[in-house]
């Protein structure tokens, strides 16, 4: 891999949006850039982390100096910005769909197309890099400008019919309870306290990653919200499910936890 010249990137970026409107030829220029900072430790048999898809493996900085070329046109232009967020998805390379995924980001969040794609998009990602960026990235925008509709979303996704994005549902709600300036926890709990009721067994690891945020977010609240769910469930299956899962909690939590579900027991 060569050293990134950041004067010599910024222009390689510069020169490549200025095909913004031309999908077929941006991404032919995306992908002799995208070679050229190629890892080629890949091909000297090194273990590198591996992807399902086809990648390049350049440097972040590559990618991120585009994703800023490409931000106020993505703005302005919201059609042509859509129709090159496609083209860059059906490439199939790990590179063009993180850079789909960073467009999406920049999306309007009016535009039902971009529920549409993430909705669409997160189903069928494979590769565990790009279905973070899914979640957290293209989201960005809904999620800070319209966070009642963002919320609403997520809803959608925690139907008991919908069991196979609930995984997703709480690794898009997490980036939102991990920002400094959201306060509204409130119809969070009261869209899992519903949830938690039916959850499947074999989310474990997702429900302390949950349960993780909201405690960070609101140590008192989670902690109230934990007590009532456990007092009020009659689902022997979460009783187990929060006991087996209780030491891997934050400590502070573990004692409140702990009582809560022995009181339970005696009942």
Known sequence: MPAVDIARLKMQAATLVEKFDQPAVFIAELHRI????????????IAVPASVLPAYRASAAVLRQIENELAPLATLFPEQSMALTDALWK???????LLAAALLGRTNPSSPLLTERI????QRARDPQVRRAILSISL???????????????QTWFQPEEIRQWSN??????????DPEFENLPPIYNLLSPALEKFPTNLQPELVDLLRA???ASPVETTYFLKQTIAGTGNGQLLTLLRRITNQLPPALQPALTEALRQKGRR
């Open 140 to 154: 960005h925008r809904i999620r800070k400008e319209q966070p009642q509709r963002f919320i609403e979303l997520i």
């Open 34 to 45: 995208l070679d050229f900072y190629a890892d080629r430790t890949l091909r000297m048999g």
């Open 91 to 97: 490439e199939g390379y790990l590179e063009t769909r």
């Open 169 to 178: 549902a709480i690794y898009a709600l997490i980036p939102l309870l991990e």
């Open 214 to 216: 909201l405690y960070a």
């Open 119 to 122: 909705a669409a998009w997160v």
